[in-house]
């Protein structure tokens, strides 16, 4: 009998080595378990994240203003869409329109929130001061999207004509009309206006469909007629952006010989924003920046060492149980041998 208790006192030992060991490791993948969580917790963005948005149809400026911009709307704090579209008011320069103005989000203040806003104008006829001739436009529409990713804009323009003219619109964004016909002398027009800033937590764009100064002069500045603008913004944690690169812009472009259509797309990116409609390189859809975090590889490092613990310490602490039930048994035989 001792020789039996003696050697049950040494398998004891190593199963009781074996499931300190376990616990030890039990411990120590709860431990990088709750340090992965909670530095992940305090790295995330947290929000919320706010997004503005706002869009008129047409507006004249100017020394003595003719036209606020009408109709206007801004996104209301809860991202309902809202939409308004009128007949222009009476005034003697666009002297008939039909103008709309729409903004709207969706998962506002979240990490994939987007706003879009339209402006509109259909149907535009503009008379100009000192001239008989007409500028019409059967369709001048700008739209524009934030989100975490950026921000873009797209600008349609159909039907462009001066006197019966059409009027060609170049593809590129902030591009300065010619071919204006007898009212060269007296304005100026840009097409596909478009000014987006972005910075780490925040991305904006304007977007105008065509702006159209009347030249004057020192003593007495002409109008400022802005037809079709859109605003699209976003800030907050989740906003991120790498450094925009240079592209080539996408455009598509049709002509009738009625009237001249044309869509421009740009995407996200350095925008130059000069006053002369001097066109400029628009960048390419930036991508969000997923730095690595230093705590990332502390999550599998902790599973690992917690399954090897709970390895180590129930199925040793098993291995104990039924070795000394066999323990048991076999001191049973033996004893029965004896008698």
Request: charged share 10%.
């Amino acid at each position: 009998m001792h020789e039996s208790t003696t050697t049950r006192a040494r398998s004891v030992r190593p199963v009781g080595l074996f499931r300190l060991v376990g616990a030890v490791l039990l411990a120590m993948g709860v431990a990088l378990g709750s340090f992965a969580f909670f530095a992940g917790s305090a790295g995330a963005a947290t929000g919320p994240d706010t997004l503005t948005g706002s869009a008129f149809g047409a507006s004249i400026g100017g020394t003595i203003p003719l036209l606020p911009p009408t109709p206007s709307v801004t996104l209301p704090a809860s991202g309902t869409a809202t939409s308004t579209t009128i007949a222009v008011p009476l005034n003697p320069v666009l002297t008939s329109a039909t103008l709309t103005a729409t903004t709207g989000a969706t998962n506002n203040t979240l990490a994939n929130e987007q706003v879009n806003s339209e402006g509109r104008v259909e149907n535009a006829n503009v008379l100009i001061a000192g001239s008989t001739t007409a500028l019409i436009a059967n369709v001048l529409d700008s739209t524009c999207t934030s989100s975490a990713t950026g921000s873009t804009g797209t600008d349609q323009i159909v039907g462009l004509t001066i006197g019966g003219t059409a009027v060609p619109v170049p593809t590129t964004p902030n591009a300065v009309l010619t071919g204006l016909g007898p009212l060269a002398p007296l304005i100026s027009i840009e097409a596909n206006v478009q000014t987006i800033q972005n910075a780490p937590g925040s991305t904006s764009i304007t977007n105008v469909a065509l702006i159209i100064t009347v030249l004057g002069t020192a003593a007495a500045p002409g109008e400022v007629i802005t037809l079709g603008e859109s605003k699209c913004g976003a800030t907050g944690p989740d906003i991120n952006f790498a450094s925009p690169v240079t592209t080539t812009t996408t455009t598509t472009t049709t002509t009738t010989t009625a009237a001249a259509t044309t869509t421009t797309t740009v995407g996200t990116g350095s925008t130059g924003t000069g006053t002369g409609g001097t066109g400029s390189a628009v960048g390419g859809s930036p991508t969000a920046v997923h730095t690595g975090e230093p705590w990332a590889g502390s999550i599998p490092l902790a599973v690992i060492v917690f399954l090897l613990g709970c390895a180590l310490f129930w199925r040793r602490g098993l291995s104990s149980t039924v070795g000394r039930v066999t323990h048991h048994m076999a001191s049973l035989r033996r004893g029965d041998g004896r008698r």
